[in-house]
């Protein structure tokens, strides 16, 4: 009976062990499934994205990884990007900086993260934590605080909204207004639309 009790015990400690061993493989085998690994990486990334020959947006980033799981492909950028929007005529209109950020290439989304500054062409720079950009539905907007700086004042509040060009844009929860009072000579478009100007082919990083 004694050693009836003594084999249970050893066969319920090897499916235990056998248990979590087998845990622990499942765990293994997900990490390095190649649907968790990239499948291009890159770094010091620069790209001009065009439509019908004509450049429409600028991008640089420190480091660039796309993946494919779960046939929802997707671009990594785990140390920020700059991203700068032109118009028709290859001005300016609208640039992007985060610390990280995330393309959606299938529901073509972007999301930015971290220290987010976005500015337009008339100066207003936006500052948040979150901000995504639809580019379908042509819109740019935040769920998180943000606070809007304008030559002449600034603007704080809950949830944002606007064009993808960053114009026509509201606040929808409104925080509080200053009222700045401005030299004559400020005001100026930010280095970032005035710096962002590449002479490069345009290179296609897949849609």
């Not at 062990?17 to 990239?38: Q, W, Y």
């Not at 209109?93 to 971290?114: D, G, M, P, V």
């Amino acid at each position: 009976m004694r050693k009836n009790k003594i084999i249970a015990a050893l066969l319920g400690g090897a499916a235990i062990l056998f248990s979590a061993c087998e845990n622990d493989i499942e765990k293994i085998k997900a990490f390095s499934s190649p649907e968790n690994l990239p499948v291009i990486e890159a770094e010091n990334f620069e790209t001009t994205f065009t439509d019908s020959g004509i450049v429409r947006f600028y991008l640089k980033a420190p480091e660039l990884k796309r993946f494919e799981a779960d046939g929802q492909p997707f671009v990594e950028f785990p140390k920020g990007l700059l991203l700068v929007k032109y118009d028709a005529n290859q001005q300016i209109i609208s640039s992007i900086t985060a610390r990280y950020a995330k393309q959606f290439l299938k529901e073509r989304k972007w999301e930015a993260k971290n220290n987010v500054v976005a500015v337009n062409a008339k100066g207003d720079t936006l500052k948040t934590e979150l901000l995504i950009w639809d580019e379908r539905a042509e819109k740019i907007y935040s769920d998180e605080f943000v606070r809007i700086i304008r030559p002449d004042q600034i603007i704080s509040g809950v949830g944002f909204e606007s064009s993808q060009t960053l114009e026509n844009w509201k606040i929808r929860e409104p925080r509080g207004e200053i009222y700045l009072t401005m030299h004559p000579g400020e005001g100026a478009a930010p280095d970032s639309l005035e710096r962002a100007n590449p002479e490069r082919q345009p290179v296609d990083i897949g849609k």
